[in-house]
């Protein structure tokens, strides 16, 4: 058996959800008529506490929605360098909108509100016109770190008083409302628009919603079409993604033991730092120290054990539903052997 702790978008869909995509009513959602699709973007929007959601395809074309309705070609939008819809999203903020993007260096993430601040050009022909703030929310190449509803609130407020819009990434949004004990709704309240992603570690086979106001959303339902998100019968999708959206977040915080769990055995092992106490929700960063990252990975993989490379001296680690206890001990045993290994040669 392979323990993959690749990404929680491994996950594969739970008997229920098989049975319900089976069984889901369905209708041409591109006209509006898919019975199973409206029911998942009403129960997402009254989760994420926003007037509507629309179901989409990813949390990438979520995002590039989103940046896409709310930027004029020649906009800036603000993230941090590392967000994913800069980095991992093949270039479509240029490729799709023709927007600039602006980044800050921020350690956990996160910027501060004064770093906002300084990053919004004064209104002059000569630059581009800042519009966007994204955020990440939790931050994926941060080691899925969170920021609190109290530092949500502070960032969305300082942009909206410097005339920005605000859109968060919330592809991992139930694990950090899990991580602080919050509601979704609560990280989200005072940001423009807001992603959840339903195939990470909530479980779903694919989708993501994008939600906001009712204007917004009108246009980023014309955008989808335009981006080639209609996607007909889609309610056999949205029907794993109603389970997902109701039992996924119940599963949690055992991912989030487990994670803690796996970054203190591997803290001990030579060549390994990562810090335990860093890791807020479901993924663990390790920088490698005299050690080649894919040696160490073609080694796991040899094991039974699946990881990814992350950067140039890190690997990363992320559990999910399908991670159990057993798979923990199975990627300590196999990173240990690796460690004595590489001692004895």
Known sequence: MMHDFRSDTMTRPTSSMRAAMAAAEVGDDVWGEDPTVRALEEAGAAELGKEVAVFTPSGTMANQIAIHVHCRPGDELICEQRSHVYYYEGGSIARLSGTQVRLLDCKDGFPTAAQIFGAVRVDNVHFPRS???VLENTHNLAGGRIASVELMCELADAAHKLGLLVHVDGARLANAA???GCKMRDL?????TTTLCLSKGLGAPVGSLLAGPAPFLAEA???RKAFGGGMRQAGILAAAGLIALREGPLLLADDHRRARELATGLAVLPGFRV???LVDTNIVMVDLVGIEPKSL?????DGAVLAAEAGPNRVRFVTHRDVSDLAVRACL???AEFCARAANL
């Open 221 to 223: 339902r014309r955008a």
């Open 131 to 133: 519009r966007l703030l």
């Open 188 to 192: 989200v309240a005072a940001v423009d």
């Open 178 to 180: 899990v991580a602080l």
């Open 333 to 335: 045993k196999a990173a």
């Open 275 to 277: 810090m335990p106490e």
């Open 297 to 301: 990975l073609a080694f796991l993989r």
